[in-house]
């Protein structure tokens, strides 16, 4: 059985560095895609907070198609040249949005949201997914959130095998 540990007296930093050690742990044995999105879904939204939506969209030509995720229902297919989550997949950047409301082209998929941070998932050089989080809080993410999660993505993507098609 797997427990979730969070020291709130640590740095935000440090925080990471912890939660990233917990996720190789919880990923430890397991190389399916599908079941450690669910997993690695799930382990944020626990693991942090103020999020109202975690999850992921995998590139399918030139969209995003919903994968495993916790919230509310989202979403199913995002263009590239759409949306918050299109731009990082269009970009191959994070994109770290303080307040979702300031971007003209912004889906809103669930109006709660207010800011949000997507990262792209990228294996041997290939775009495989997007990375989604949502906030209900304006500014809910800065640099060091933006870093910790990139690395915890790092994580999840080496803990997978990507051979297969979903």
Not at 141 to 164: H, K, M, N, P
Request: net charge negative; charged share 20%.
């Amino acid at each position: 059985m797997f427990t979730l540990t969070n020291d709130a007296n640590l740095p935000k930093h440090e925080l990471y560095k912890q939660l990233n050690q917990q996720l190789s742990a919880l990923l430890q044995d397991e190389r399916d895609l599908i079941c450690n999105a669910a997993q690695f879904s799930a382990f944020i939204m626990q693991a942090l907070p103020d999020l109202n939506w975690a999850g992921f969209y995998f590139a399918r030509g030139e969209e995003l198609v919903l994968g495993p995720y916790v919230g509310k229902v989202a979403c199913t297919r995002i263009p590239f040249t759409r949306g918050v989550c299109g731009a990082a997949a269009r970009t191959l950047t994070t994109q770290r949005v303080d307040d979702v409301h300031a971007v003209p082209d912004h889906i809103a998929c669930d109006a709660a949201s207010n800011a949000e941070l997507v990262i792209p998932v990228i294996v041997e050089g290939q775009l495989k997914a997007v990375f989604d989080i949502d906030s209900p809080k304006v500014n809910r993410f800065d640099s060091t959130d933006q870093a910790g999660i990139e690395q915890l993505v790092r994580t999840f993507a080496d803990a997978c095998e990507w051979q297969w098609s979903i």
